[in-house]
């Protein structure tokens, strides 16, 4: 009687710690900046988790922007850019988005608004664009980028910061060298 206790305790142990996990297996934890997930046929998508960027005019203002891509054996699929734009001005609309180093430039002009809240006394307007991913790549070849936001006749200028930099040149020696 003693072994088929032991045995029923082994098996809850073992079903029990199969079921502790949330996560699907292809995430990786952690301090990790990319998170990687397997999608089968196409291969591999990245999440490169949230960078920060403030505005030149204010240091309380600022840009924070994930992406979003997929990938396998070539590159030629779109990059999914989520900004959240923390401002003392409410965003309704954007008409373009620039990615810029001094190599480099992308614009978007498809942004499309998601939400609007308050938070900490600023405004966080949520968008969503697109680029592409050919040209999002060759942006990590240098590490010092520039976010300007365009909205009507105003332009609105951010810039990374030394822990921005140091994070775009790990996702390059990480991720886009491996392209």
Do not use: H
């Not at 009687?1 to 952690?30: D, E, H, Q, R």
Request: glycine share 4%; proline share 1%.
């Amino acid at each position: 009687m003693s072994n088929f206790k032991i045995f029923s305790a082994f098996c809850v142990l073992i079903c029990f710690t199969g079921c502790v996990s949330i996560k699907p297996g292809g995430v990786k934890s952690g301090k990790k900046l990319v998170e990687t997930f397997y999608v089968g046929e196409e291969g591999s998508q990245f999440f490169i988790k949230p960078l920060a960027f403030y505005n030149i005019q204010s240091k309380e203002e600022k840009i924070i922007i994930d992406f979003t891509f997929r990938y396998k054996n070539e590159v030629k699929d779109s990059v999914i850019a989520n900004f959240s734009l923390q401002s003392s001005t409410i965003f309704k609309s954007i008409d373009s988005l620039s990615l810029s180093n001094i190599s480099n430039k992308i614009i978007s002009l498809d942004i499309r608004l998601m939400f609007n809240e308050t938070r900490k006394g600023l405004f966080d307007s949520r968008f969503t664009t697109k680029f592409s991913l050919l040209e999002f790549k060759e942006m990590f070849k240098n590490n010092d980028w520039t976010i300007k936001v365009y909205q009507e006749n105003d332009c609105n200028t951010y810039v990374s910061q030394k822990k921005t930099k140091k994070t775009i040149k790990i996702i390059q020696d990480n991720v886009f060298i491996l392209m």
